[in-house]
């Protein structure tokens, strides 16, 4: 590529055609990544019935793979600088791909979880090395809109993935949610090695034991006591105390090390910056509330409306549909304006239609109002998440992007994991309250309670969810505070952060 695209002389520039090539492979290791995780979790029963075991032991499909994503993800800033940003991309395809073939011929419930973890091995790496390339590629005056193309798999794949996973599982084979991945991975790492700019890696760079051994681990117990604390409904049961306690006593230990490592895994001074600390605290909140709001909607469509996998999914896709229409809009507002009026704006839209979502939800309430909502839910994403992401990133250079695009997927995994756990245990306890002691075991129950019976715990099932949702809109509503910090001027372009060149 010549050097005249390296100055962009506008902020609102569009984005030229080797800048559209990286977007696409990136977006492509994207997908398989992030698809992956709800298309199998629409598999989870069939799974448990095709090897004959419990849902206790299958349950480690999805867990084995998010736990496996939690201890790679923290060195993937350090292998970026010290294997070069493109060959660390094509490893982590190409593991993923190996671990997906792998988990296709699984013979067992125990291969299959092992190759489960494969795949999150390389899965953890694909989004914040895939970030990085787009980012540093584009240069800072342009980093709103490639980070609105980069969030459309993170936003369509929980409503794509049931959709596809429930067609493959129903009319094809459970083993092709695992070969889908394979045409994609294979064409990913063809177009990687032709257009991809191979960068040079650092070789001085040391990775800081110290940190990984107590990060990777401590995220991984972290998420793993979370997630028990919420099968439970209790986080202070030992067998969920334990892991989440000792998992927050390493991570605390990492933050101590970090601030006073000469070379840390992870760079937390950068959040001594003002616009990469409000961002960070945004997305924590917002993370958590939305997330944690993703996984109520499909359960209350498929246990008080009694839709299938795939209807519900259906019945998502306008919050999709919605977030495709404010993607590149407010990427290019990000990089014109600042993503902090842009993001403001967002999120008053998302708490808005969350609080109608909420206000509206009744056991009969009709799809279309629903789906209405989900809609302008949808716009809202469009203008929050990604334009948050690039307030973050704009004003680093080069070599920080990557410790950066690390640091804010590590805050996105737990998030989500958080925000899961947090609105599974509230509904749970919200289905005992309007139900009785014995009616909140099981969110997933209903599909073989009786219709007489259905039809009178439809209206309590439907308050619950009703109730739990509330609780999200609150949480948004304090993710305002920490956003209100986000700059809401243009950044300003120096020679140590314009584009890099495509070749």
């Keep these: 590529m010549a050097d005249g695209p390296l100055k962009e002389p506008d902020a609102g520039g569009g984005l030229d055609r080797g800048v559209l090539a990286v977007a696409g492979v990136v977006v492509l290791g994207a997908i398989m990544s992030i698809l992956d995780v709800t298309v199998v979790n629409v598999a989870i029963n069939d799974l448990a019935k095709e090897f004959n075991t419990s849902l206790a032991t299958i349950q480690w499909v999805a867990t084995g793979y998010t736990l496996a994503l939690a201890t790679v993800i923290p060195i993937t800033g350090w292998a970026s600088a010290r294997f070069g940003t493109k060959r660390l991309y094509m490893i982590s395809i190409g593991l993923f791909v190996i671990g997906s073939m792998l988990a296709g011929v699984a013979w067992s419930a125990e291969s299959l979880i092992a190759f489960r973890v494969l795949q999150g091995l390389g899965g953890g790496m694909i989004m914040p090395a895939g970030m990085t390339i787009l980012t540093q590629a584009a240069g800072p005056q342009r980093v709103g809109q490639v980070m609105s193309i980069v969030g459309v798999p993170m936003l369509l794949g929980p409503i794509l993935g049931p959709i596809i996973g429930g067609y493959l599982v129903d009319d094809v084979s459970w083993r092709w949610i695992f070969f889908i991945n394979l045409p994609i991975g294979i064409v990913a790492l063809v177009l990687s090695a032709r257009i991809l700019k191979r960068d040079q890696p650092k070789r001085t760079e040391r990775l800081d034991f110290i940190g990984l051994a107590l990060l990777s681990p401590g995220l991984a117990s972290l998420i793993y006591g979370v997630a028990k604390g919420a099968e439970f409904k209790d986080f202070l049961k030992p067998e969920a105390l334990v892991f989440w ?46 997330m944690g709001a993703m996984l109520l909607l499909p359960l209350y469509y498929q246990t008080v409306r009694g839709e299938g996998a795939l209807q519900s999914g259906l019945l998502l896709a306008p919050q999709g549909l919605g977030a495709m229409v404010t993607m590149p809009i407010g990427g290019k507002l990000t990089d014109r304006i600042g993503p902090g009026r842009v993001v403001l704006v967002g999120m008053v839209v998302v708490v808005l239609s969350v609080s109608g ?102 209206g309590p099932m439907a308050d619950a969810f009703q109730h739990t949702i509330w609780y999200s809109a609150g949480l948004l509503l304090l993710a305002f505070l920490p956003a209100l910090l986000l700059p809401r001027k243009k950044p300003e372009t120096s020679a140590a952060d314009a584009p890099m060149p495509m070749h």
């Design 245 to 290: 306690a000792v998992g927050a006593v390493l991570v605390v230990g990492f933050v101590i090390r970090a601030l006073n490592a000469r070379n840390p895994l992870i760079d937390l001074r950068l959040l001594k910056r003002r616009s990469v600390a409000a961002a960070s605290g945004t997305m924590v909140l917002f993370m958590i509330a939305f």
């Design 357 to 458: 979502f909420a206000a509206v939800l009744e056991a009969d309430t009709s799809y279309w109002a629903l789906g209405g909502a989900l809609f302008v839910m949808g716009l809202g994403m469009g203008m929050t998440m990604m334009p948050t992401m690039a307030a973050a990133i704009q004003t680093l250079v080069h070599d920080e992007v990557p410790r950066a695009s690390t640091m804010l997927n590590i805050i996105q995994q737990v998030s989500s994991s958080i925000g899961f756990a947090l609105m599974s245990v509230l509904l749970a306890n919200q289905l005992t309250a309007n139900l009785g002691g014995g009616a909140g075991g099981g969110i997933g129950s209903t599909e073989k309670v009786p219709p007489e019976i259905m039809k009178k715990i439809a």
